[in-house]
């Protein structure tokens, strides 16, 4: 089950420390997607302060 990092919103399949952050928590429940091909480039990027490419939770709910 894909699950999103609850510091930086990047998705990891089966990961125990994100790879973008280093964070340990995350969340299997997430609403809305996107898809950051160059960081440096994106609007919405900026906005989800992703620095790197990848899958990303636009949202991500606690309960």
């Keep these: 089950m894909t699950k999103a990092c609850k510091s930086c919103h990047l998705l990891v399949e089966s990961e125990a420390a994100c790879p973008i952050c280093g964070g340990t928590e995350f969340s299997e429940r997430y609403n809305s997607v ?8 994106s609007e919405i ?3 989800l302060g992703a620095k790197a490419p990848g899958r990303y939770a636009i949202k991500i709910r606690d309960r």
Excluded at 34 to 41: C, E, L, P
């Design 34 to 41: 996107v898809q950051i091909f160059d960081a440096s480039k």
């Design 45 to 47: 990027a900026a906005k």
